[in-house]
């Protein structure tokens, strides 16, 4: 759009991740009843989109596919339709492509994020990598491609002139200090993605540490979409411990709100992803 203050934009929850525990903070869903109660409370909060992470019964990451079933049909029953649910495909220490690949096409899910680096692998090669995400295309599976950095970027870029992924409404998602001492995300992290970005996706950004209001809220000025979330951050602006994921969802559309931008509905995203 040539005025992105009147885009719709997107915030999605990422509630738990592939590693916080209930002593990181006592709110962490990690049970699917839980994980419907606290999607319901984000959503109540402006959030359109909920990051699915699922756990086994230890309490660790898991892919299955027959759990990521079950845990959706809950949360959907919680919902309904008014949230997106985006599966992650993460790896986690846990997983390798070949097993990433096979659970997404198993499971087809609403919608799945994919850390390109992850599955941009010598073993899958980039016949496996074109297959892949054409297949994506073909079910209609909403796509968001994480990239770590600008290397990420020019690496995706490089794909797509090729031909290699082929055409389609992908969304990215630019990680903010992953790499960084302590993980501690700062505004000035997203100047380099933004620079790069020459290929016209939406976009949404995620961030560590108590800093991620400051980047989400930068993230909106600049026609951007926001993911955040116990996965990444516990704190308030104000440096306080967040009661709930919700509260962080309040604030990312408070933000949102004064920056005179709307908040997207679940609806809008399927429309404009053609999910």
């Known amino acids: 759009m040539s005025n992105f203050y009147s885009d719709p934009l997107i915030i999605t929850t990422a509630p738990n991740g592939a590693y916080k525990q209930l002593s990181d903070h006592p709110q962490v869903p990690l049970t699917a009843e839980n994980l419907a109660r606290t999607a319901k409370q984000c959503l109540d909060a402006g959030a359109s989109m909920l990051h699915l992470h699922i756990r086994d019964a230890q309490g660790a990451h898991s892919l299955d596919v027959q ?70 295309v073909r079910e209609k599976v909403m796509t968001q491609v994480i990239l770590y950095d600008v290397k990420d970027m020019q690496r995706w870029q490089d794909l797509r002139q090729r031909g290699v992924i082929p055409d389609a409404p992908w969304f990215l998602l630019f990680v903010l200090g992953r790499y960084t001492a302590g993980q501690t995300s700062s505004p000035t992290d997203l100047v380099p993605f933004v620079h790069a970005h020459t290929t016209g996706e939406p976009w949404a950004v995620c961030a560590f540490g108590a800093t991620e209001h400051a980047c989400v809220t930068a993230a909106a000025s600049l026609g951007g979409h926001v993911r955040v979330g116990f996965e990444n951050n516990l704190f308030l602006k104000n440096g306080q411990v967040a009661p709930d994921n919700a509260a962080l969802v309040t604030q990312a559309a408070e933000a949102t709100r004064s920056l005179g931008r709307p908040v997207a509905t679940a609806a809008q995203i399927r429309e404009r992803f053609g999910a």
């Open 67 to 136: 759990g990521y079933r079950n845990a959706t049909a809950v949360v959907r029953s919680a919902v309904g339709k008014e949230m997106v649910l985006q599966i992650t495909s993460e790896a986690a220490k846990v997983y390798q492509a070949p097993e990433q690949i096979a659970m997404v096409q198993a499971l087809r899910p609403e919608a799945v994020s994919v850390g390109l680096r992850e599955f941009d692998q010598a073993e899958i090669g980039e016949k496996g990598l074109a297959d892949f995400f054409a297949g994506l």
